[in-house]
């Protein structure tokens, strides 16, 4: 079972970037389809983007799709997720996570073994 840290978090300015780390440990990295999710104060995770361990394919929120970009490096058991022009509402803690079904899900209950969660805010 894989552990993960994420880092990168922090305060940007609207249209600003940030390039959120999530590093494994504990399990084989590869064989793993990895998540990225979001949690606002007050609401339900949403999945933000996955990309799976087979090859490489990725998934998208429409609301993210040509601002956000993920990729991995399997060689140093990390995920990144590179976000641009950052708006409001895009403020929440972000999580990575495992998928526990075949390929790659924007869906919460597909995954399990979450990180702590990295901080966005975005303000001016």
């Known amino acids: 079972q894989l552990q993960f840290v994420e880092s990168g978090g922090g305060l940007v300015q609207p249209g600003g970037s940030l390039r959120l780390s999530c590093a494994a440990s504990g399990a084989t990295f590869d064989l793993y389809s990895i998540g990225w999710f979001r949690q606002a104060p007050g609401k339900e995770h949403e999945g933000v983007s996955c990309i799976s361990s087979s090859d490489g394919s990725t998934d998208y929120a429409d609301s993210v799709k040509g601002r956000f970009t993920i990729s991995r490096d399997n060689a140093k058991n990390t995920v990144y997720l590179q976000m641009n022009s950052l708006k409001h509402g895009n403020e929440a803690v972000y999580y990575c996570?495992?998928?526990?079904?075949?390929?790659?899900?924007?869906?919460?209950?597909?995954?399990?073994?979450w990180g702590q969660g990295a901080q966005v805010a975005v303000s001016s």
């Open positions: 996570a495992t998928s526990t079904i075949v390929g790659c899900s924007l869906v919460a209950r597909d995954f399990g073994s």
